[in-house]
């Protein structure tokens, strides 16, 4: 593992959009797994700068979303869909048959599970993973359970991060029960994984990483990953 401490979330989000701007560089059609919530947002935003500046080209990339609630239309203010293409998809030069997220309005969740595995499949995997973490230690939207699970699933989500996500949908509006989330195949599978954590989660962050590798929480499993980067704030140390 390799630990960046940075001193702001300034600083996380820059070291994150340099870490994703270098694979590109490296490896222009690579396959970005990306995910969503509030920590990931200030990287989008350096993401977006520096393509402006002329320093990253999307044109050639693929990214596949790690997660979408099932349930919400993709123009949904609260859905994935649209959460990425105002942090990112709009504002970049990706093109957008080479963007993929589970579709929260499949009629039969299985088969929409199934594709989605083949579909990493087909890309010969993930290359660069972005992952945040869950304050119950949920990494996509694995949530704490008795066993990891492999392939893309629905799961249903805990109590509590329905409460921590209640506060991006508006008042009055359900957030919903039920989340497609790639599963630990992909997690593991990816050639290089970024965990990004803010100061919020010191107390999960120490006990995924230095913890019991256990399924109740989730995010311990990249113990085991063997090219995991994670950046965090010195206060989530
Ligand atoms: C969400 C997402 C995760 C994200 C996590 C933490 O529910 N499904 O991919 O990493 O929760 O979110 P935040 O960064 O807002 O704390």
Redesign the pocket.
């Known amino acids: 593992m390799n630990k960046i401490l940075v001193s702001s979330y300034e600083q996380l989000s820059d070291t994150a959009a340099e870490e994703v701007v270098n694979q590109l560089t490296k490896k222009p059609d690579s396959v970005l797994a990306l995910?969503?919530?509030?920590?990931?947002k200030g990287m989008y935003e350096k993401l977006i700068e520096r393509y402006h500046e002329g320093k990253v080209d999307f044109g050639q990339a693929y990214t596949v979303n790690?997660?979408e609630y099932q349930g919400l239309p993709a123009e949904h203010l609260q859905s994935y869909h649209y959460y990425m293409k105002k942090q990112l998809f709009d504002e970049v030069n990706i093109a957008s048959d080479h963007i993929y997220i589970p579709n929260g309005l499949a009629e039969d969740a299985r088969q929409e599970c199934q594709a989605y595995d083949s579909l990493i499949e087909r890309l010969n995997g993930i290359d660069l993973m972005v992952?945040?973490?869950?304050?119950n230690g949920?990494?996509?939207?694995n949530e704490p359970a008795a066993w990891f699970d492999c392939n893309t699933h629905l799961v249903r989500l805990s109590e509590s991060?329905i409460q921590?996500?209640q506060r991006f949908f508006s008042e009055g509006e359900e957030v919903p029960k039920y989340?497609y989330t790639m599963g630990m195949k992909a997690v593991m599978g990816a050639k290089q994984v970024l965990l990004l954590a803010?100061a919020?989660?010191h107390n999960i962050l120490k006990d995924a990483l230095y913890g019991r590798i256990t399924s109740a929480l989730p995010a311990s499993i990249l113990q085991l990953h063997p090219n995991l980067v994670v950046i965090c704030e010195e206060k989530a140390e």
């Open positions: 995910a969503t919530g509030s920590t990931p790690l997660d992952l945040g973490i869950g304050r949920h990494i996509a939207f991060t921590a996500n989340a803010g919020d989660k």
